[in-house]
């Protein structure tokens, strides 16, 4: 496995790599989920590229970038280990330099759910994105449907913008109790992890509820919502239940449809999803 930092060496070295070639973007501190993107990526494609860069454009003012985990070797270590040909792991300078000022925005996807907490996250994300896209040139791209609007928004960039590519979406990886694998679960001391488990719990009685009859978005998103208050611990920033394709909020009776929240357990912010109606 080879690690590259710059812009030039990665594509003297993709040069010889045999195709098709597949992409998983990260931000390192890898767990299980982005493990499972490379699985799928080297089961799929016959050489593949991990990008590892902490992309400061989708960081809010307050949110946690500078005590957002890293750990390069373990990183590495688990990469080789999976069979990944490459690491590509760019300086903040490499991919935005002094004088930078161009951006990619998917305007009203941008804007729902998350994007509406978390204004400029999804500028970021795609920016950088189309900036991995671009670097590496890949055949297909991997991403968590754990991150169901980043997935949504990134496939609309895709398509918009004509990059030659698959978008591949993943399931979630979840722990056996439910919660859903993240980097930031390890801001969680043991009160909290305990207590993290309400989203999940929160999301399965919304889906069971569902697939018992229950149709009406309100009753399913206040199902949600009162699940999630038996956890003193637990404070929702949002919960909603959406059209999984244009993430307008839905009322009234529901099919095919996208339960999503973000949630407070302290300072860390958790995010989960299921789809129901397939
Ligand atoms: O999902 C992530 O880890 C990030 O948003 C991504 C896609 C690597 C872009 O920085």
């Known amino acids: 496995m080879k690690v590259v930092t710059t812009i030039a060496e990665l594509r003297k070295i993709l040069a010889a790599l045999p195709k098709p ?20 990526a080297r089961g799929e494609c016959v050489s593949v590229v991990v990008s590892i860069f902490v992309n400061p454009t989708q960081f809010g003012e307050n949110e946690d970038l500078s005590a ?12 080789g280990a999976e069979g990944a040909d490459l690491v590509w792991t760019p300086t903040q300078e490499e991919i935005y330099p002094v ?6 925005t998917v305007e009203n996807l941008s804007q729902m759910l998350e994007g509406h907490h978390r ?21 297909k791209a991997y991403f968590g449907q754990k991150d169901a609007q980043q997935a949504v928004v990134i496939r609309r960039m895709t398509e ?12 979630t990886l979840r722990e056996p109790d439910g919660l859903a694998m993240s980097s930031r679960n390890t801001y969680l001391d043991p009160k909290q992890r305990q207590a993290a488990t309400v989203v999940y719990r929160s999301l399965a009685a919304a889906v069971q509820a569902f697939e018992t009859g229950e149709r009406d ?12 208050s038996t956890e003193p611990l637990a404070e929702p920033q949002y919960v909603s239940v959406a059209n999984p394709e244009t993430l307008e909020e839905l009322n009234g009776s529901v099919e095919r449809s996208l339960f999503s929240m973000a949630v407070y357990v302290g300072k860390t912010r958790l995010i989960d999803n299921v789809v129901v109606g397939d």
Do not use: I
């Open 21 to 40: 070639l597949g992409l998983v973007p990260t931000m390192g501190y890898l767990h299980e989920g982005h493990l499972s993107l490379v699985r799928r």
């Open 119 to 139: 204004p400029g996250h999804f500028r970021g994300v795609t920016t950088v994105v189309a900036k991995l896209f671009n670097a590496t040139q890949p055949d």
């Open 68 to 79: 957002y985990p890293r750990d390069l070797d373990r990183d590495f270590d688990l990469l």
């Open 160 to 171: 918009d913008l004509n990059f030659p590519l698959e978008v591949v979406v993943c399931p």
């Open 217 to 228: 978005a309100e009753v399913l998103r206040n199902r949600m919502s009162e699940v999630l």
């Open 99 to 104: 004088g930078y000022q161009t951006w990619v």
